[in-house]
């Protein structure tokens, strides 16, 4: 994809597609959509913005920041994709927090409009793209660094996209991860797999677990909620339950972990 300044993008085939004036791209046509509304909706968005600008997770990013930092030589500059970046608030925290973040060329793509809208309103400095991770529009071995922080990904994809030895960071729930939250939800609380699948052709290099307790107000225990995969199978009852309790402590557990491409 080729940029024109102030005139959009040209693909190969000449096509041409407008930046929105919030700055972003749209390139998943209506009929590419599966859905009316693909990815995660509105409310689900603003549920996961209010709750993440309270500062929740900010340990985990300050984490996934710190390991940027830590595997790139001299401050070098580096081409970074978020895949499935929702409304990209970890693309604000490696701005706001990576050293010499000027020399960073940050991008994000997540298949939901309404989040890329509210990212790239927020991050004129980044670049944000509505598009599908199983098909990215970017030029082969782009990126030096790829991160994902629970969003689907496509093997395929992440290979070609990365230089040789680029970095693909992941970040996944740990065994712990929401405990307290699912002991409203099942009888029996099984701590979660810790295993991460790597692409082939990637070797894992570095690994950190972060973990910490947090105190959610009633309206952000919801929103949290809503942030799990385990959303559907709270009805009434444990809902109710987990908007009542007071005082109600959570943990909270990640796993980061690191891998370089091969060649
Ligand atoms: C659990 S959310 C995580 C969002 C963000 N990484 C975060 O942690 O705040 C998963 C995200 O993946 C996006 N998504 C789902 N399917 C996708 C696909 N095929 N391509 C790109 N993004 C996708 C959703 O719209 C949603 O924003």
Not at 94 to 106: G, P, T, V
């Amino acid at each position: 994809m080729q940029h024109l300044p102030s005139k959009g993008y040209y693909c190969k085939n000449k096509h041409h597609f407008d930046l929105a004036k919030e700055g972003y791209l749209n390139l998943l046509p209506a009929q590419h959509k599966n859905s009316k509304e693909p990815g995660d909706s509105r409310a689900m968005m603003r549920a996961r913005r209010n709750f993440l600008e309270a500062g929740f997770y900010q340990p985990m990013a300050k984490a996934l920041t710190v390991m940027i930092d830590k595997y790139r030589a001299d401050n070098r500059p580096m081409h970074i994709l978020d895949v499935g970046c929702g409304e990209g608030y970890y693309s604000r925290q490696i701005e706001e927090h990576a050293q010499h973040s000027e020399q960073l060329d940050l991008h994000g793509i997540d298949i939901a409009k309404n989040a890329i809208f509210a990212a790239a309103k927020k991050q004129p400095n980044a670049r944000f793209v509505v598009a599908s991770s199983k098909s990215m529009p970017y030029a082969d071995q782009f990126f030096d660094l790829l991160f994902r922080v629970y969003a689907p990904s496509n093997d395929k994809e992440i290979t070609r996209l990365l230089k040789p030895k680029g970095l693909l960071l992941t970040v996944t729930p740990g065994p712990r991860h929401l405990w307290q939250l699912k002991e409203f939800i099942y009888k029996e609380v099984k701590e979660h797999p810790v295993e991460v699948l790597l692409p082939e052709g990637f070797e894992k290099i570095d690994s950190q677990r972060v973990s910490y307790t947090i105190q959610p107000d009633q309206e952000q225990r919801m929103a949290l909620l809503q942030m799990t995969p385990f959303a559907w199978r709270a009805k009434g009852d444990a809902q109710n339950k987990i908007q009542r309790s007071n005082g109600l402590e959570i943990e909270t557990d990640f796993i980061l972990t690191l891998a370089v491409k091969n060649n």
